[in-house]
């Protein structure tokens, strides 16, 4: 079956570092989408990208479309406190289905 | 603005007994919904989807069902739980279109025992 898979699984972090998460497809996708978890919360979107090799950026986040729309990464730089939470990525697979990623769980280390 | 309600917020319940699970959306009409679930410390899985009354599409074979009777309704339901059911469920909406962000409730917390 289709598979969104995301590395790393665990990031800790000194306040400050940065912080990469990337995204695979098994298969193509339409459109990639991020969302954050806060710990004990639910997902809150932050991103979609659409085009082959989009770049956007959100303040100190930059998030990535790959060129063969298979794979997405997101990069925080001079990660702080509030970054902390489990970030997914997820993929657009059907007109109407989209598949989450396995999510990577920042901890940020003040 | 739309709003989706989801209940109830946590549940314990013992083995073999049922399960329903509630979500309900404000403010449009016509909207995709999901039922994700995602187990401690892991990804989300989707459960079902819907894009219409009645119309559910399901992702994982399991004891676990699924039902749309009104427009902004959906219900996720178990005859008999198992301990393998345990974990957050979350309920999601969409626009009708395609490409558009998925919202989600506040999830509900289940442990069976």
């Known amino acids: 079956g289709q598979q969104v898979m995301q590395i790393p699984q665990y990031q800790h972090v000194q306040e400050g570092e940065d912080f990469t998460t990337y995204c695979n497809s098994s298969t193509t996708l339409s459109n990639i989408q991020w969302y954050k978890q806060r710990p004990g919360g639910h997902p809150v979107f932050l991103i979609q990208l659409v085009k082959s090799g989009e770049v956007k950026k959100q303040k100190r986040l930059t998030f990535q479309f790959g060129e063969a729309k298979k794979n997405s990464s997101l990069h925080i730089t001079a990660t702080q406190t509030t970054d902390v939470g489990t970030y997914f990525c997820a993929g657009r697979t059907g007109t109407y289905k989209y598949i989450f990623g396995t999510g990577t769980r920042l901890k940020v280390l003040a | 603005s739309q709003t989706i309600h989801q209940w109830p917020a946590t549940l314990v319940q013992p083995v073999g007994s049922p399960l329903s699970l509630e979500c309900t959306v404000e403010g449009t009409s016509n909207p995709n919904l999901y039922w994700y679930r995602q187990a401690a410390g892991r990804g989300l899985q989707l459960l079902f989807y819907?894009?219409?009354?009645?119309?559910i599409s399901s992702e994982v074979p399991q004891n676990l069902s699924a039902s749309r009777p009104q427009d902004r309704q959906f219900i996720l339901s178990s005859k008999k739980l198992l301990l393998s059911d345990s974990g957050f469920y979350l309920c999601?909406?969409?626009?009708?279109?395609?490409?558009?962000?998925?919202?989600f409730g506040e999830g509900s917390w289940l442990t069976v025992v």
């Open positions: 999601a909406w969409s626009p009708r279109d395609t490409g558009n962000t998925i919202y």
């Open positions: 819907s894009v219409g009354i009645g119309q």
